[in-house]
């Protein structure tokens, strides 16, 4: 046996299998229960063995020191650069520690669909699902008085975003939409406050545009007469019922949402509408009606009179 050749041929075994540990260490391996659709904010000044110490106990890494070592050496001494960084999947030391060497933070836009006739409250929801780390219950606070004013659309979010930029950007949209109705608005010759909510009522009451007209008419019509509106729809701002499951107790309950005991508008917009609902509050029709209810297949049924409004509800809702 050639012992010189056989010792020769280990040693380089032995440094070819280190160096692939090594490599699989750095390159391949994840930690276990490494946290998924997760956004790490970096503040300006932290040191990178803090950075460490957090993404170690966070089990974003298996080790701050080869964080710290690969992180300067990547960076050039210079180290993390402040920022939030999104980890959608898993990743190895080595990419993590080159990410945040090179400031490379991986925000893509997130597509979000706000539904017409949104709340503020469903809303939060919605980006509380779809944006990681955001903070619902900061943007309820801060968009409590902006009900009726963020116009429900499809936005492009960076993941990163917070609750400010977006009531900004959703309040930007509503009024780009609603300057072209100006017009249209100053022939109506109401308050946009008094369109904003009537049209969050049509959102809740119809779906066709031509429908919302319609019932537009009847409820400006019902305004001017002195009649309570007596719409179904301000209920989910009292009890959260609507036409179908609504009692008549739930219609003595003591509520500005009420508007079976109290006459006029609720005091805030209940939705926020979409652009065919504030349409058809400044563009009501005029008709000979005066009551209206939906029928258990979706269907408007107009009436004139009180007693073919009974009349309707007996056919249509018994």
């Known amino acids: 046996m050639n012992f010189g050749k056989y ?9 070819g299998f280190f160096i692939l540990v090594v490599f699989s ?3 391949v391996f994840l930690p276990i229960d490494f946290p998924l659709h997760t956004l790490v904010s ?3 000044g932290v040191t990178i063995r803090k950075t460490a110490d957090f993404l170690e106990q966070k089990n974003f890494i298996s080790s701050a020191f ?7 050496m990547l960076s050039g001494g210079r180290g993390v650069l402040a920022g939030d960084y999104f980890f959608g999947r898993p990743q190895s030391l080595f990419t993590i520690s080159r ?5 490379d933070f991986g925000l893509t836009p997130v597509v979000v669909f706000i539904p017409e006739g949104s709340s503020v409250k469903e809303i939060a929801l919605i980006l509380g699902k779809t944006l990681p780390s955001f903070d619902e219950e900061e943007f309820i606070k801060k968009a409590k008085d902006k009900e009726g004013y963020l116009f429900p659309d499809t936005y492009h979010f960076p993941q990163n975003i ?6 900004e950007a959703m309040e930007k949209n509503f009024n780009d939409k609603i300057s072209t109705l100006n017009d249209k608005i100053a022939v109506l010759g109401k308050p946009l406050k008094e369109v904003v909510i009537m049209a969050s009522l049509l959102e809740e009451e119809a779906r066709k545009l031509e429908t919302k007209q319609m019932i537009a008419g009847i409820l400006w019509k019902r305004l001017k007469i002195g009649m309570p509106l007596q719409v179904d729809s301000s209920f989910q701002y009292v009890n959260g019922k609507n036409t179908f499951t609504l009692t008549l107790d739930d219609l003595k309950i003591d509520s500005p949402y009420n508007t079976y005991l109290h006459k006029g508008l609720p005091p805030t917009p209940i939705t926020n509408p979409g652009l065919d609902s504030i349409l058809a509050a400044v563009t009501p029709l005029a008709s000979k009606y005066l009551y209206f209810l939906t029928d258990k297949n979706g269907n408007m ?3 004139v009179t009180h ?7 007996e056919k249509y809702l018994r």
């Open 25 to 27: 260490y750095f390159f």
């Open 162 to 167: 917070k609750p400010n930029a977006v009531i």
């Open 7 to 15: 010792f020769f041929n280990r040693h380089y075994f032995l440094a």
């Open 66 to 72: 080869w964080f710290v070592a690969l992180s300067r």
């Open 301 to 303: 049924r107009y009436a």
């Open 99 to 103: 990410r945040l060497a090179r400031g």
């Open 307 to 313: 007693d073919e409004h009974v009349a309707n509800k």
């Open 42 to 44: 970096v503040e300006k």
